[in-house]
């Protein structure tokens, strides 16, 4: 089995499953124009999986890609701290959208799947802001924020899958490894 994807927190989560695995990145452009949220998470998670299962046509390949929406913003990986601060500054007393895709591929079918989960940021000063983004915990992750980590308290309340929001659905990605008859904590 292969995950098709360099997140560390996606490689921990998939880890606790008891699923053997090893990690082959994409290289997959996440740049796309498709501005729908749900349907942009679901064609960046299907794009990796079929990069990597191209070289790999023997593998279950399983790949995720998740996107924060925030109305009609899109808010992808901040560049740097300052537009980390601009991030959370956005979010900050909203309510946003979690979309993760998650597509496996295994012996030439394919099947997927997009979980929604609605995050609440409390109220922030700009003091809090500034440390959060100092942190660079925020850097390497959609939307700017992490909420396994200091970002958790940035949070109010969650609607939905807690583990969306750290970027690896676990019922979906469970239902879809299941499919493919994948062997999920020791089954």
Do not use: C
């Amino acid at each position: 089995m292969i995950l098709a994807s360099g997140s560390p927190r996606r490689r921990d989560l998939l880890a606790n499953l008891g699923v053997p695995f090893r990690v082959v990145v994409s290289g997959e452009a996440e740049d796309r124009p498709e501005r729908d949220p749900a349907r942009l998470a679901g064609e960046l998670a299907t794009l990796k999986a079929r990069a990597v299962a191209q070289s790999h046509p023997d593998a279950v390949v399983i790949a995720a890609d998740t996107v924060v929406a925030l109305g009609e913003e899109l808010l992808g990986k901040p560049a740097d701290e300052a537009e980390n601060r601009a991030f959370v500054r956005r979010l900050a007393g909203r309510t946003h959208q979690v979309y993760t895709g998650v597509t496996v591929l295994s012996g030439g079918q394919e099947s997927g799947g997009v979980e929604r989960t609605d995050v609440t940021f409390r109220a922030l000063t700009d003091g809090e802001i500034a440390h959060y983004a100092r942190t660079g915990e925020g850097l390497d992750k959609a939307g700017g924020y992490g909420i396994q980590g200091v970002g958790m308290a940035l949070v109010a309340r969650i609607d939905g899958d807690y583990s969306n929001v750290v970027g690896f659905p676990l019922a979906l990605v469970i239902r879809l490894l299941r499919g493919a008859g994948v062997a999920v904590w020791g089954e």
